[in-house]
């Protein structure tokens, strides 16, 4: 199999930035190249990570709209005592509401444990007003008492592309020029410590 159009450019144009005259993005196309298509692709990979974690940072929630591509919507998430199990591929829930859209529940950024003992007096929860925080693929929401299901906007990570597959670059175009920056600045890296050893 091959790239990607778009991930396949994206390697050959930051291989050139490196100074490797690479005209294939796949592994046959390595010959005696500085920078391999495997070491580029995971470059490729590590950049789009790097994207969304940085922008998620950077603006938080209002992330969803500057890299909507990234937003995944759940279905119907059952709560047993306010447990919910969050969808695969759910990497920071954003936003979560009841399953008819009538009741939003707020973010709980600070310690979840300080709101669940009640000593903090800015967030408690109630039945009108219910919380919701986040453990790996878990969602909690808090009072206990609140009956799902529950829907959720959550922000996703992209997929790493494997060896020669028919991956896709996960965000849109727009940013294929930060992901190949990214690239060779990884690249560079890579270079300098090598050349410290």
């Known amino acids: 199999m091959a790239y990607s159009t778009r991930f396949a450019a994206?390697?050959?144009?930051?291989?050139?930035?490196?100074?490797?005259?690479?005209?294939?993005?796949?592994?046959?196309?390595?010959?005696?190249l500085r920078y391999s298509s495997?070491?580029?692709?995971?470059?490729?990979?590590?950049?789009?990570?790097d994207i969304v974690r940085d922008l998620y940072q950077k603006y938080g929630d209002k992330v969803s709209s500057i890299i909507p591509e990234m937003v995944i919507e759940s279905g119907n998430i059952t709560?047993?005592?306010?447990?919910?199990?969050?969808?695969?591929?759910?990497?920071?829930v954003l936003e979560t509401s009841?399953?008819?859209?009538a009741t939003y529940y707020t973010k709980i950024d600070a310690n979840p444990l300080k709101?669940?003992?009640?000593?903090?007096?800015?967030?408690?929860?109630?039945?009108?007003?219910?919380?919701?925080?986040?453990?790996?693929l878990t969602i909690q929401i808090l009072p206990t008492s609140v009956a799902g299901p529950v829907h959720t906007w959550s922000l996703t990570v992209p997929v790493d592309t494997a060896v020669d597959a028919a991956g896709?670059?996960?965000?849109?175009?727009?940013?294929?020029?930060?992901?190949?920056?990214?690239?060779?600045?990884?690249?560079?890296?890579?270079?300098?410590?090598?050349?410290?050893?």
């Open 79 to 92: 709560l047993t005592t306010g447990l919910g199990t969050l969808p695969a591929g759910t990497w920071i």
């Open 10 to 32: 994206n390697i050959i144009t930051a291989a050139r930035r490196l100074h490797d005259n690479r005209t294939v993005a796949e592994a046959s196309g390595d010959g005696v």
């Open 38 to 49: 495997d070491l580029l692709r995971q470059y490729q990979n590590t950049a789009q990570k």
């Open 115 to 136: 709101v669940r003992a009640g000593r903090d007096s800015l967030l408690t929860p109630s039945a009108g007003k219910p919380l919701f925080y986040q453990i790996g």
């Open 98 to 101: 009841s399953s008819d859209w």
């Open 168 to 197: 896709e670059v996960a965000l849109a175009t727009v940013w294929d020029a930060e992901i190949v920056r990214r690239m060779v600045d990884y690249g560079l890296q890579d270079a300098k410590s090598a050349v410290a050893i």
